[in-house]
Each structure stands twice: as C-alpha cells, then as structure tokens.
C-alpha cells in the first residue's frame, strides 16, 4: 500500500531534549516537506527536500533540522524542543516531474508536546 | 505575502449540497487544490483544478474557478455524515519548490 509513515504518532517531552521524528514513504517520491499545523495558523511548512542531499527551507524552520541521505527517509530533527514547538507535524511527499507530481501524499501526523 | 482565505465553519443537512468557498490573492497561481482532513487523520487530495479551467467535476464533487474574482469554490452534492471533516483550499504559485500556500481550513459539519 502506497503510505507515507510517520513516528511516533504522539510524542511527549521536555525541553531541551533532543527528538526526531521519522518519516518514511515507499512511493519512490522525490519531493518531501515537513509541516507544522497549529490553531488559527494553519498549515505552515517547515522544511522540504527536492531530492537525496537537497534540502531546503521553509516558512518556518528555526529550531529544526532535517536530512535526506535516502530518497525514502526525511526525519525532522528537534535538537533543543521548547514548547512553543508543540504542535501537530505532518510529513508529506509527492512526485516531482511527472503528471502525478500535484498530488502531496502525507502521512499521519504526530502530535508533539514539549514542556 | 501571498494569501488563501477561507470561512472557518459550514455546517449543511444530510442529503444538501454544500458550498466550501475559498479566496486567494496570487493572480499566478497555477494549480489550485482542495485537501481533507478527517478527525485524527492527515490530509488527503480530494480534486484539484489547473488555473486555464473554469470548472472541474468529479463525481459528487464540483470545483468551480474564477480567475477573475479570484475566488474558488468545491460543492459537494447530497452531503453525507462522512464528508464531516476540515476542507483546506491550497494554491500553488508560479515557483518550483512545490510551495503551497494554504487557508486554514473549513470545518464541515454534517447533521443527520
């Protein structure tokens, strides 16, 4: 089945504790993002990957980091949480020069709470 | 910046049609999208329409364009309890970072 995974679903922490959340999709996309969704905000993108070794950033990527070294792997990396960064965060991946390459496939999400 | 708006609530009788409308201000939008988002869920393309067409349907879903007004709207005809969810209109400009520019949503709800 065609899936883009996160984990964890649900991650509570505290801060100054380093995370990552992982994301894996079997579709063999090039394009991956990292969003945040938060109340009143929307969704807001926080860092994104065209392919392997290119990465770029988003609206709002202070405090995070991300890595692609796998065309399946985009983890999104918290190295010092606070809890302004509690949110709910999806991984998303598309195609990138194909007819499909409209159609943003994301996963789950994973509800972060840093205290 | 650039910027989709969107009404925050809707909510319709089993069996009617629904009207979700969205505005947006980037006259070089090329692809503009509705996403769903079901309870606890992430968010999954429901359509989309390329900005040279002024009307798109899919089954029980008719997205309409309006270059002019900028203005998109999605109906969904004889609306079921399974169409309760957040619909997120998403406009995607003339750049290549697969950007989206998106409105934060209208919540659905659906009474029997």
């Known amino acids: 089945e065609a899936q883009v995974t996160q984990n964890p679903r649900y991650l509570i922490t505290v801060t100054g504790k380093k995370l990552t959340v992982t994301c894996s999709q079997n579709?063999?996309?090039?394009?991956m993002s990292w969003y945040r969704q938060d109340p009143g905000l929307g969704l807001r993108q926080i860092y994104y990957?065209?392919?392997?070794?290119?990465?770029d950033k988003g609206d709002v990527p202070e405090g995070y980091k991300v890595s692609r070294k796998e065309k399946r792997n985009f983890p999104l990396i918290l190295e010092s949480p606070s809890p302004n960064q509690t949110s709910l965060y999806f991984c998303?991946?598309?195609?990138?020069?194909?007819?499909?390459?409209?159609?943003?496939?994301f996963g789950s999400g994973t509800q972060l709470s840093v205290l | 910046g650039e910027d989709v708006e969107q009404s925050l609530f809707l909510s319709v009788r089993e069996g009617d049609s629904s009207v979700i409308n969205c505005t947006y201000t980037?006259?070089?939008?090329?692809?503009l999208y509705w996403y769903k988002q079901e309870p606890g869920a992430g968010l999954q393309l429901l359509t989309y329409?390329?900005?040279n067409m002024d009307m798109k349907q899919d089954q029980r879903l008719t997205v309409l364009l309006n270059k002019k007004d900028k203005h998109l709207s999605l109906r969904i005809a004889d609306t079921q309890t399974g169409d309760s969810a957040i619909y997120f209109c998403?406009?995607?400009?003339?750049?290549?970072?697969?950007?989206?520019?998106w409105g934060l949503g209208t919540s659905l709800a659906v009474n029997p």
């Open positions: 998303a991946s598309s195609f990138w020069w194909t007819e499909d390459n409209e159609k943003l496939f």
């Open positions: 579709m063999n996309h090039e394009y």
């Open positions: 990957s065209m392919n392997v070794e290119v990465t």
């Open positions: 980037d006259s070089s939008s090329t692809y």
């Open positions: 329409i390329f900005s």
């Open positions: 998403a406009v995607k400009g003339a750049g290549n970072n697969r950007k989206l520019i």
